[in-house]
T-cell receptor, first 113, second 117 residues
């Protein structure tokens, strides 16, 4: 059973547009949701994260919207740039010390100039 | 700080051979994680260590796979009798138990791409 699901699998937007990446989860004990960004040939790197006590987290052009009742969240990338082209992974954990992250399958984003 | 170092970057083995993958965590990080990444399965958790002790190996295939952390500066993932389906990128990550919640941020290495022919 896939506990963290992402959609779409791939997304193409034009430079300057807003990209919206979706994520949903099954486990109601999950309370920490990081998004990782991965470029080809590199390991994933933390981009932005949110805890379940919040419904929104903003960091520059990146914003997470979180809906606890529906167990859904989304990552919005405003004013998308070609350098944002990467694979984005939604992840979740139940929090606490060293709790392992469960990753979604990822969304491959392409930003066309 | 060089980040998490994984060696080798690429490894090619023949079916049935053994493969050992190395990971050097960031100095001071006391948690080390191993993940496997494939196109089909995505990022799969394998195992993790805290202060060199194995904490959770629930993602490790029961046969042929083993992981160790003999000291705080390196961890190894060993795959015996490699099979084509073991072909993947194996990622090591470390984490620092400093400020509250900071231990949940994983710092990944570049990974080792294993190809089993």
């Amino acid at each position: 059973q896939q506990q963290v699901r992402q959609s779409p699998q791939s997304l193409t937007v034009w430079e300057g547009e807003t990209a919206i990446l979706n994520c949903s989860y099954e486990d109601s004990t999950f309370n920490y949701f990081p998004w990782y960004q991965q470029f080809p040939g590199e390991g994933p790197a933390l981009l932005i994260s949110i805890r379940s006590v919040s419904d929104k987290k903003e960091d520059g052009r990146f914003t997470i919207f979180f809906n606890k009742r529906e167990k859904k969240l989304s990552l919005h990338i405003t004013d998308s740039q070609p350098g944002d082209s990467a694979t984005y992974f939604c992840a979740a954990s139940a929090g606490g010390s060293f709790n392992k992250l469960t990753f979604g399958a990822g969304t491959r984003l392409a930003v066309c100039p | 700080n060089a980040g998490v170092i994984q060696t080798p970057r690429h490894k090619v083995t023949g079916k049935g051979q053994e493969a050992t993958l190395w990971c050097e965590p960031i100095s001071g990080h006391s948690a080390v994680f191993w993940y496997r990444q494939t196109i089909v399965q995505g990022l799969e958790f394998l195992t993790y260590f805290r202060n060199q002790a194995p904490i959770d190996d629930s993602g490790m295939p029961k046969e042929r796979f083993s992981a160790q952390m003999p000291n705080q500066s390196h961890s190894t993932l060993k795959i015996q009798s490699t099979q084509p389906q073991d072909s993947a990128v194996y990622l090591c990550a470390s984490s620092f138990p400093g400020q509250k919640f900071s231990n949940e941020r994983l710092f990944f290495g570049h990974g080792t791409k294993l190809s089993v022919l």
